[in-house]
T-cell receptor, first 107, second 115 residues
Framework: RKEVEQDPGPFNVPEGATVAFNCTYSNSASQSFFWYRQDCRKEPKLLMSVYSSGNEDGRFTAQLNRASQYISLLIRDSKLSDSATYLCVVNDYKLSFGAGTTVTVRA | EAGVVQSPRYKIIEKKQPVAFWCNPISGHNTLYWYRQNLGQGPELLIRYENEEAVDDSQLPKDRFSAERLKGVDSTLKIQPAELGDSAVYLC?????????????FGQGTRLTVV
């Protein structure tokens, strides 16, 4: 089993829609999680950390479910500029990445 | 403040040739990572340094890959000899402390093509 698994998508959504996707992780002792965003042919950049209580940053909401070992990302009111690959990251010192979920927002 | 700087941005070499990548992390960052990213995949860790010590190199193919981080600042990653399957983007990242909830910052990467 891979350390971090994501639904690859692609999720193709209209502007203004809500899109959500999950990521599962294998190490039940993992404590620290992130969502990174990667645009085509660019480097990954931190989108947000994921806290145990869940957290929100504008239109983005991240949730952590320790019992089921998954984290989720929800994007509300999607913008064209949200089109990217979203990488789930488990920080067990070595930053293990999922393969990414591709989101395409269409006009 | 300068981010993580990598060079070169692009490299095309013939198989069996050597190649080297250079990374200068953000000033003050103790932890430096080298990742390899294949098309359609997430980055995969090759090696992680804490200061000048390689603390995790379990995924580094040691028969052909080597890395160093002299003086605990900048780092080089070398492949010798390169194989066709080494074509990928090599990403360097740095963070202040590993194992905490601190962000890792990535360089723009070196896109390697082995022909």
């Amino acid at each position: 089993r891979k350390e971090v698994e994501q639904d690859p998508g692609p999720f193709n959504v209209p502007e203004g829609a809500t899109v959500a996707f999950n990521c599962t992780y294998s190490n039940s002792a993992s404590q620290s999680f992130f969502w990174y965003r990667q645009d085509c042919r660019k480097e990954p950049k931190l989108l947000m950390s994921v806290y145990s209580s869940g957290n929100e940053d504008g239109r983005f909401t991240a949730q952590l479910n320790r019992a089921s070992q998954y984290i989720s990302l929800l994007i509300r009111d999607s913008k064209l500029s949200d089109s990217a690959t979203y990488l789930c990251v488990v920080n067990d010192y070595k930053l293990s990445f999922g393969a990414g979920t591709t989101v395409t927002v269409r006009a | 403040e300068a981010g993580v700087v990598q060079s070169p941005r692009y490299k095309i070499i013939e198989k069996k040739q050597p190649v080297a990548f250079w990374c200068n992390p953000i000033s003050g960052h103790n932890t430096l990572y080298w990742y390899r990213q294949n098309l359609g995949q997430g980055p995969e860790l090759l090696i992680r340094y804490e200061n000048e010590e390689a603390v995790d190199d379990s995924q580094l193919p040691k028969d052909r890959f080597s890395a160093e981080r002299l003086k605990g600042v900048d780092s080089t990653l070398k492949i010798q000899p390169a194989e066709l399957g080494d074509s990928a983007v090599y990403l360097c990242a740095s963070s202040f402390l590993a194992g905490t909830n601190t962000e890792a910052f990535f360089g723009q990467g070196t896109r390697l093509t082995v022909v």
